[in-house]
């Protein structure tokens, strides 16, 4: 007889359990070492809540009642939570305020594709310190924890997450045609974004720019031609990486031209994290200015969250490798 579970989910027995704790526990030290808080949320949240923090991600979280008929909702990531502390809690504490977590979280998907719905997260948020200090504080940061995790092959990619958007703006594509190809940027589906982009009413230079900046990938020298329309942005990534050279992490980067997150409160660099010997991505992040003004405190942030599993396997397929 069996007795399935929800897909999405899994049970992680004793083994793996082990070697997860000891991948937080390294992680959290790390985290901690560099000022960090650790900070523990509810997993239900008022459906309100999170819809005040992210209105298209919200009605892919898993809802239910509570006694009064109020909508709860399953956390779907820790940053919108982090945001509601810190308007509430910490209302009159003078920034810079730096937290790390470790805690699970759910998502809706897709049946048959494959992706976990419960998953655990570990990450770090920096509220208060504004463009580039803070990017560079975070992803430093995040390279050094996952070398204490056991990674050394890990890279993380940078890019814009207004680039495209501010570019879809000045080329006048009409705003009902942004969901649609910004989607295809997430889903890194450029064949996609190459038949929207033909049936817009654009000049065929235009047209080209917009298929053709995403495919900008790679060191600093992606940065040098890249000015025009998106110079503005481009500075700022330049800027980045200076920071990120003088931290002795400037290897690790790849910038990415056509790297957008799903959730729509970025509104500035994006990051993901990468590691070769796996076909996925770690984790992700990036800078949400807005975010904590729809909850009572206007404040600058920023922040990377990881999937621990994935780090875990990642860590496993690079032994596997030679190290």
Known sequence: ?????????????????????????????????????????????????????EERAAGARYRTFDEQGNVLALRSDMTIPIARVVATRYADVEPPLRFCYFARAWRAVDRGVGEPREFLQGGVELIGIPPPEAEAEVLALTIAALEEAGLRRHRVGI?????????????????????????????????????????????????ELLVRLPELRGGRRVLEGADGLVGDAVHGLRALHELLEECGVGDRVIFDL???????????????????????ALGGGGRYDELLGRFGRQLPACGVALDVQRVHLAQAAEEALGG
């Open 1 to 53: 007889m069996t007795h399935p579970i929800p897909p999405g989910t899994r049970d992680v027995l004793p083994d793996e359990m082990r070697e997860l704790r000891a991948i937080t526990e390294r992680m959290r030290a790390r985290f901690e070492d560099a000022g960090y808080g650790e900070i523990h949320t509810p997993a239900l949240e008022y459906e309100e809540v999170l819809r005040r923090g």
């Open 159 to 207: 890019g814009d997450g207004s680039l495209y958007r501010r570019l879809l703006g000045a080329l006048g594509v009409p705003a009902e045609a942004h969901p649609a190809l910004l989607e295809c940027l997430s889903r890194r589906d450029l064949v996609e974004l190459d038949r929207r982009v033909a049936g817009l009413r654009l000049a065929d230079r235009e047209r």
């Open 258 to 280: 056509g790297l957008v997150r799903q959730l729509g409160y970025y509104t500035g660099a994006v990051f993901e994290v990468y590691d070769p010997a796996v076909g996925f």
